[in-house]
């Protein structure tokens, strides 16, 4: 089973997101587990985690979380146009993509 984290700024519209692409990885039959955090708590489960998405809104963040990952797994910002139709079905195409799925 696959772990992403999604860091954002409070959590509450990337919930929402969440709920999508556990939808789109139902369909898929894709066993997936996904963490939603503000970047202030993220540190404590980034080491469980083979991918992070940032909400658009936190982008500026990149730098932050690229040193917390150390390079270890992909840290990728999320399109802005696609978070803002929480389009989760196509996030996580992107996820799969990304991790050799």
């Known amino acids: 089973m696959k772990n992403i984290l999604l860091v954002c700024a ?26 939603a955090l503000p970047v202030s708590e993220c540190s404590s489960v980034i080491d469980k985690a ?18 917390l990952v150390n390079g270890r797994i992909p840290v990728q910002v999320i399109d802005m146009r696609l978070y803002g139709t929480m389009n989760g079905k196509v996030i996580l195409e992107g996820v799969l993509k990304t991790l050799g799925i």
């Open 10 to 35: 409070a959590g509450m519209s990337t919930s929402l997101l969440v709920n999508k692409m556990k939808a789109a990885a139902k369909e898929k039959g894709i066993e997936i587990n996904i963490d």
């Open 50 to 67: 083979d991918i992070v998405l940032l909400g658009p809104q936190v982008r500026f963040q990149k730098p932050q979380v690229d040193a």
